[in-house]
């Protein structure tokens, strides 16, 4: 098996054409393209995927976001398929009072095309709070500056037609960004990729659900997914192999591939379906305004540590545990029992699905079993017949 750092080695002397259009491995590194650390170097106004290489390359692998990204710069920029490409347009904004965690960049393909590619979440705690925003806002900041980034990107380059990918959080602003766009930029989209993304509140779904872009849009998640199955989708979603275990499996450099294709699989793992199925009775047991008590509560628990991202809280673990207890004492009784309510939920109806689908996996094997000690009964019934004939 291998990855998409493997696939650049064996495929990227290959030059996009007829014969070798974008395939689905392609478009897939280029949704996680945009994690690379732009806001690191001087980005000009246009730049080559070799060019961004050369102000990359000196920097150490653990100064990039996440392991295989400097792997991913160096085989793109030595790649026949991809070294060339022009990039634009790169734009990244973190905010804390707003709790907004927003980045963008542009790829520029053969055949009058580009792609928008936009990053995930980041390890920074704002970030992660505005993903889990999604649960109790119908929009949240990362997903309108990603329609308005699709908009200014549209005009700028106007005779341009367009895909739109990005993993994570990145995924669900590629989507959002199409489906709340203007028919006219949604007629020059040719698909959306979603890698892993959460899902969006029902309220979205059932606005947008008959919008045509939707067909164009494709959602991958690893078996084991768990960040993919948040919220609700109503898009077309593929199960692909990871070789890695639970959360890990969102890590797409563990996401296997076979020559142009991504390893699918026919669906997810029951864990993953324990998480959806929880997940989805959590939202319907629960208001809008009590998700939105719990999460500022628990985040007000980190942001007491006044750590920007949860490395820096790891790091003196022990001092911020103690913050973060010590401010927990300080909550009303409302508030601890708000926490620890919606807390208990979530692991009764976690714990109840794990129970429901063993019982199930008990009365199936019951069932096998009684029909092979018929079917035993039977042949022996059978004997003994032939027996008394002879």
């Given amino acids: 098996m291998a990855n998409i750092n493997d696939y650049l080695l064996w495929r990227g002397d290959i030059k996009f054409s007829n014969d070798f259009p974008l395939n689905e491995v392609d478009a897939m590194i280029l949704g996680r393209f945009s994690y690379l650390i732009f806001n690191k170097i001087k980005m000009e106004n246009k730049e ?28 793109l920029a030595k790649s026949t398929r991809f070294k060339n490409m022009m990039v634009t347009d790169f734009v990244e904004i973190k905010d804390r009072d707003i709790e907004k965690q927003f980045g963008a960049i542009t790829i520029h393909l053969p055949n009058n095309e580009m792609y928008i590619s936009y990053i995930g979440t980041d390890s920074s ?97 690893p078996q084991d997914s768990i960040i993919g199955r948040i919220l609700y989708h109503k898009e077309k979603r593929t199960v692909i192999l990871s070789i890695e275990k639970g959360i890990l499996q969102h890590d797409i450099f563990s996401w296997q591939v076979l020559r142009d294709d991504i390893v699918k699989l026919d669906k997810n793992t029951d864990s993953s379906e324990d998480i959806d199925k929880t997940i989805t009775e959590w939202l319907e047991a629960t208001t809008y305004e009590q998700r939105k008590a719990f999460i500022d509560g628990v985040f007000e628990l980190f942001y007491s540590t006044e750590a920007n991202t949860f490395g820096e809280m790891s790091k003196d673990f022990s001092t911020n545990i103690h913050i973060v ?35 199930k996996k008990i009365n199936i094997l019951k069932e096998e079993y009684t029909l092979r000690g018929r079917a035993k009964i039977e042949e022996l019934e059978r004997k003994i017949k032939n027996n008394r004939r002879n």
């Fill in 325 to 359: 207890m010590k401010k927990y004492k300080g909550f009303s009784k409302e508030e601890k029992d708000t926490i620890i309510e919606m807390i208990k939920k979530a692991i009764n109806f976690y714990l109840s699905n794990v129970s429901e689908r063993e019982k």
């Fill in 48 to 75: 080559t995927i070799e060019s961004i290489y050369n102000k990359m390359k000196d920097f150490n692998n653990d100064e990039f976001r996440y392991n295989g990204d400097k792997e991913l710069i160096t085989n």
């Fill in 125 to 221: 705690i704002s970030g992660w709070k505005e993903d889990f925003n999604m649960s109790f806002m119908e929009s949240v900041p990362c997903q309108i500056s990603g329609k308005e980034y699709l908009e200014n990107i549209s005009k700028k380059y106007p005779l341009k037609r367009i895909r739109i990918g990005g993993h994570s959080k990145g995924g669900n602003v590629a989507i959002y960004s199409a489906i709340t766009a203007s028919s006219i930029i949604q007629k020059r989209i040719i698909k959306v990729y979603n890698y892993d993304g959460p899902g969006f509140s029902k309220n979205i779904i059932e606005k947008y659900e008959n919008n045509e872009v939707v067909s164009k849009i494709e959602t991958y998640l």
